[in-house]
């Protein structure tokens, strides 16, 4: 279902981190359940100087567009205020006033939207001018599509109920984890795997999108690291999850989700499918593609310095505590 309403922060920076991996308008729309035109309006309307889209710079630009809207909002005007009041009095709807204020009272106009958010704006509850509405209901009610009549992922704790000190990255062992696709004809992707605290990577290949394959290829990776260095990993939505119970049961660690469409909540492992591009760029094809040359990649990617972590390899930090533990 596509979402309406104006863009989220966290959705800005998530637009942020597609436009970063080669995602088009159309595939960043459909990985967030915004229309393509959504975010090909965002991103002209709200890009810099300089031609870049920044999530910050959004959010700065597209609220100062609402204050100023807000500062010039019709109902404001007492003369446009007390038209549309004595309309709806009249039993006429939003759209009729809409409609005909211009011919009514010279030089001003309105939109049906802007007076239904009067009408339901929590401040002008005490007003009552919902039961001039034709449904007279007390509520707004959105259109919603039809709902799935069983939950694709069965018995997900979300990402609310993950222990605060996972967020701080000060104890290893918690994992984020996603499918790198390829074409969209492809059948194989790439899960990438990745470690929250040293960012070292895992890359696995899977024959098939399916959740099946999924787990398989996650349990067969990651029984290969000390059971304390598995302690947590977090998904998102996608239906190659669903087997998350046989993955924490077989690994014995915990699993958790983040909310739909917010990626973002996972961005340690998709800033790494980023890095992981450079090597099997977004418009090729994965069909090929062995777990050799994937072992190589994460070998490069974990030997590599990072400023986040004071230009050590992930290497040499996962492996320092590896060594720290089996020391002590």
């Keep these: 279902m596509v979402k309406k309403g104006h863009l989220t922060h966290g959705e800005r920076e998530n637009i942020f981190l597609y436009l970063n991996q080669g995602y088009s308008n159309r595939e960043i729309g459909e990985r967030i359940g915004r229309s393509h035109t959504t975010i090909g309006r965002e991103i002209e309307k709200n890009k810099g100087p300089d031609g870049k889209y920044l999530p910050s710079l959004a959010q700065k630009k597209s609220l100062e567009r609402k204050t100023l809207a807000n500062k010039q909002n019709p109902l404001k005007n007492k003369r446009t205020l007390n038209y549309t009041k004595e309309k709806l009095q009249e039993g006429w709807s939003p759209e009729q006033i809409s409609g005909r204020i211009g011919k009514d009272v010279s030089g001003f106009s309105i939109s049906h939207e802007a007076i239904y958010q009067y009408i339901y704006a929590k401040e002008n509850k005490h007003l009552g001018l919902w039961v001039y509405l034709r449904r007279k209901q007390p509520a707004r009610v ?8 069983r939950e694709i992922i069965p018995n ?17 062992g918690h994992w984020e984890s996603d499918l790198m696709e390829g074409k969209k004809s492809d059948k194989p992707a790439v899960s990438v795997t990745t470690e929250r605290k040293s960012r070292m990577t895992i890359l696995s290949r899977v024959e098939s999108k399916e959740a099946k394959a999924k787990a398989e290829a996650t349990i067969r990776q990651m029984q290969k690291l000390p059971p304390g260095f598995r302690k947590s990993i977090t998904f998102d939505n996608g239906s190659e999850n669903a ?19 917010h990626s973002w909540e996972k961005g340690t492992v998709e800033n790494m499918i980023g890095l992981v591009r450079e090597f099997f760029p977004k418009r090729e094809s994965l ?7 994937l072992n190589l990649a994460a070998q490069l990617l974990n030997n590599r310095p990072r400023k986040c972590l004071g230009f050590k390899t992930p290497y040499e930090v996962f492996y320092g505590e590896l060594n720290g533990a089996f020391r002590s």
């Excluded at 959105?142 to 009549?149: P, Q, T």
């Excluded at 997900?156 to 290893?172: A, G, L, Q």
């Design 243 to 261: 087997r998350h119970e046989e993955m924490a049961e077989a690994l014995n660690l915990k699993t958790y989700f983040t909310h739909p469409y």
């Design 156 to 172: 997900r704790t979300f990402i609310d109920e993950r222990p605060n000190h996972v967020e701080t990255r000060k104890e290893i």
């Design 287 to 293: 069909e090929d593609i062995t777990q050799r040359e």
């Design 142 to 149: 959105e259109k919603e599509g039809r709902k799935s009549k």
